[in-house]
């Protein structure tokens, strides 16, 4: 019998969030001067490592920064106000679910690791 479900924040709960992950991207190229394709692996598995807890906000910066032999750019702390709650679009489809579990009597949850 299941007794709880837990839904993920981002991509689960909310489909989307105008201005987040489309233009991250870019706005991290655009701080180094460089090519999305030539640094996204990189800055991907420093996001990874700031999503578990590895390494701060500021840790991620100081790592990316000196894989790409480039100094910490200073307007670092602007780029994470990406996107607003306000803007954050529902995914109804998960609503709905949520509402079939509560007539159930099912608990249900939302985690995230960022």
Same mark, same amino acid.
């Given at each position: 019998?299941? +007794?709880?479900?837990?839904f !993920?924040?981002? %991509?689960v709960?909310?489909s989307?969030?105008p %201005?987040?992950s489309s233009n991250?991207k870019? +706005?991290?190229?655009?701080?180094?001067g460089?090519?999305?394709? !030539?640094?996204w692996?990189?800055?991907?598995?420093?996001?990874?490592?700031?999503?578990?807890?590895?390494?701060?906000e500021e %840790?991620?910066?100081?790592?990316l920064? =000196?894989d790409l %032999?480039?100094?910490?750019?200073? !307007?670092? =702390?602007?780029?994470w =106000?990406?996107g607003e709650?306000e803007?954050a679009?529902?995914n109804q489809?998960?609503?709905g679910?949520?509402?079939?579990? +509560?007539?159930?009597?099912? =608990?249900s949850?939302?985690?995230?690791n960022?």
């Open positions: 019998m299941i +007794k709880a479900v837990i !993920d924040f981002m %991509g709960v909310v989307d969030m %201005g987040r991250l870019e +706005k991290i190229a655009n701080l180094y460089m090519k999305v394709e !030539d640094i692996d990189r800055v991907w598995s420093h996001i990874y490592e700031m999503s578990i807890g590895k390494i701060d %840790g991620f910066w100081k790592l920064s =000196k %032999g480039k100094s910490v750019p200073l !307007d670092w =702390k602007a780029i =106000k990406f709650t803007k679009v529902l489809q998960v609503v679910l949520v509402k079939e579990l +509560k007539n159930k009597e099912i =608990k949850f939302v985690l995230s960022t």
